[in-house]
């Protein structure tokens, strides 16, 4: 038995279960360190190719999904081709009664693993034949739990996209969502709304930190970008909080519960792949409000308390460039990127 072979057989198969593992199981630690790697070098790839068209980026998601399970293919098989290498009369031809050519092996252990049953080769000798058997349990195994993967990652792209559809249909910035909050005596029509949000983040900032790959699934439309939801929600509290006189203001704990959702997920997202822009992004302007009969506090006094605000704000940005997104801006259309 060459030893060597063993060797590598079985650093390809640790390296693919520790990642395999660690992506489907681990969903504390997110993505598995191969996984991590390549979403990342995906990504940036994605982006200076494709120049942020948001069609092409629309594709990386999906074929980052596809290639990881492609990666954990080609590990597993290669350990598991590797291991029965080792012995040249591993594995018998059941017709001719020879030892089973390089091709064959490759075979065998690819229909072995996919769990297609017996073929034309056969494990010679008890040992092969345990290791035959431990093959197809992995490859089962493998099987089971990718399907549960791809089913979770796709459901949580679903909700995704609904969360931040929910969230700009009620207005496309920040200034437009207050706007349209105020129903001409106080803004206590938004504290439902805010509830709501509050606990679909709460679910989406889950997802994200069990599946990062979320991060890279980039949606064509603006209003199906959960990036430009959270901003613009953030945005819009931030007004509430800071620029509306307190008498007017919605419910106190439905704000600051909100707000501690959006700073779960800033804290998920940024652990993950992103770093704060070098300077904080434009101000909302709250005279577009006081021109609508709004009671808003003095532009100084929002300004201050703006400032105090500088780290969460390019937290926010630096979130909204590396999803190739642009800050969203009062009367920005809905389809800009």
């Known amino acids: 038995m060459n030893e060597v072979y063993v060797i590598a057989g079985l650093l390809l198969l640790t390296a693919g279960m520790i990642d395999f593992l660690w992506t489907t199981l681990w969903l504390e630690s ?83 693993m996919f769990t297609l049953g017996n073929g034309d080769l056969a494990p010679n000798g008890d040992l092969w034949k345990l290791i035959t058997v431990m093959e197809t349990a992995h490859g089962l195994l493998t099987i089971t739990f990718s399907v549960t993967y791809l089913i979770s990652v796709l459901s949580a792209v679903n909700q995704k996209r609904s969360f931040a559809q929910s969230v700009l249909s009620v207005g496309r910035d920040g200034t437009e969502i207050v706007q349209n909050a105020w129903n001409g005596k106080d803004f206590h029509d938004i504290d439902l709304l805010l509830v709501t949000i509050s606990s679909d983040l709460g679910k989406l900032t889950a997802q994200h930190y069990a599946f990062p790959i979320l991060h890279f699934y980039h949606s064509t439309q603006r209003q199906e970008s959960s990036i430009i939801a959270v901003t613009v929600l953030d945005e819009a509290l931030t007004i509430l909080k800071y620029g509306i006189p307190e008498q007017y203001q919605p419910n106190q704990l439905h704000i600051k519960e909100t707000r501690l959702s959006i700073k779960n997920y800033l804290d998920t997202v940024h652990n993950a792949y992103i770093h704060s822009a070098e300077q904080a992004p434009p101000e909302p302007d709250i005279t577009k409000l006081q021109q609508k009969g709004i009671p808003t506090l003095s532009k100084q006094t929002f300004q201050t308390a703006i400032q105090s605000l500088q780290e969460r704000r390019q937290l926010l940005l630096g979130i909204v460039q590396a999803g190739a997104r642009k800050w969203p801006v009062q009367g920005q259309s809905m389809d800009h990127t």
């Open 30 to 112: 997110g993505a598995g360190p191969i996984t991590r790697c390549l979403s990342a070098w995906l990504w940036k790839g994605f982006r200076k190719i494709s120049g942020d068209n948001a069609k092409v980026l629309s594709t990386a998601g999906p074929l980052l999904l596809c290639l990881t399970l492609v990666i954990w293919i080609i590990l597993f098989w290669g350990g598991w081709f590797l291991i029965f290498s080792s012995d040249p009369h591993s594995l018998m031809d059941t017709q001719s009664k020879e030892p089973a050519s390089w091709s064959d092996r490759i075979y065998f252990t690819g229909y072995v």
